[in-house]
Protein backbone atom coordinates (compact mmCIF):
# COMPACT_ATOMS: atom_id res chain seq x y z
CA UNK A 1 0.00 0.00 0.00
CA UNK A 2 1.59 3.50 -0.71
CA UNK A 3 1.58 6.02 1.35
CA UNK A 4 0.77 10.10 0.70
CA UNK A 5 3.13 10.73 2.89
CA UNK A 6 5.97 9.10 1.01
CA UNK A 7 5.24 11.04 -2.30
CA UNK A 8 7.36 13.74 -3.48
CA UNK A 9 5.70 17.11 -3.66
CA UNK A 10 5.56 18.35 -6.99
CA UNK A 11 5.17 22.21 -7.15
CA UNK A 12 3.90 22.50 -10.59
CA UNK A 13 1.59 20.29 -10.26
CA UNK A 14 -0.40 21.94 -7.09
CA UNK A 15 -3.46 23.53 -7.75
CA UNK A 16 -3.78 27.55 -7.12
CA UNK A 17 -5.15 26.82 -3.52
CA UNK A 18 -2.78 23.77 -2.32
CA UNK A 19 0.06 26.17 -3.44
CA UNK A 20 -1.56 28.72 -1.21
CA UNK A 21 -1.82 26.55 1.62
CA UNK A 22 1.45 25.73 1.37
CA UNK A 23 2.84 29.11 1.14
CA UNK A 24 1.18 29.35 4.35
CA UNK A 25 2.86 26.82 6.31
CA UNK A 26 6.04 28.25 5.52
CA UNK A 27 5.17 31.60 6.75
CA UNK A 28 3.92 30.18 9.96
CA UNK A 29 7.46 27.87 9.94
CA UNK A 30 5.56 24.92 9.82
CA UNK A 31 6.43 23.70 6.09
CA UNK A 32 9.93 21.88 6.54
CA UNK A 33 7.58 19.66 9.26
CA UNK A 34 4.83 19.29 6.45
CA UNK A 35 7.55 18.66 3.71
CA UNK A 36 9.45 15.63 6.11
CA UNK A 37 6.30 14.61 7.52
CA UNK A 38 3.40 15.44 6.09
CA UNK A 39 0.32 17.17 6.89
CA UNK A 40 -0.91 14.82 9.81
CA UNK A 41 2.08 15.55 11.94
CA UNK A 42 0.74 19.18 12.60
CA UNK A 43 -1.60 19.56 15.21
CA UNK A 44 -5.38 20.40 15.40
CA UNK A 45 -4.83 24.13 16.34
CA UNK A 46 -2.07 24.46 13.34
CA UNK A 47 -3.93 23.29 11.01
CA UNK A 48 -7.22 25.15 11.99
CA UNK A 49 -4.61 28.28 11.94
CA UNK A 50 -3.81 27.60 8.20
CA UNK A 51 -7.19 27.04 6.97
CA UNK A 52 -8.18 30.39 8.75
CA UNK A 53 -5.74 32.09 7.16
CA UNK A 54 -6.77 30.19 3.90
CA UNK A 55 -10.16 31.62 4.24
CA UNK A 56 -9.48 34.99 4.47
CA UNK A 57 -7.41 35.19 1.57
CA UNK A 58 -9.85 33.52 -0.55
CA UNK A 59 -12.51 36.40 0.78
CA UNK A 60 -10.01 39.26 0.28
CA UNK A 61 -9.47 37.38 -3.45
CA UNK A 62 -13.31 37.64 -3.91
CA UNK A 63 -13.32 41.12 -3.28
CA UNK A 64 -10.91 42.17 -5.54
Keep these: ?8 IRL ?5 EE ?3 YE ?3 EL ?4 RVLADGWR ?3 SKETGRI ?3 LARRKRE ?3 K
Design 1 to 8: MSSKKNKP
Design 12 to 16: EELTQ
Design 19 to 21: MIK
Design 24 to 26: IAE
Design 29 to 32: GLLD
Design 41 to 43: SLS
Design 51 to 53: GGL
Design 61 to 63: EVK
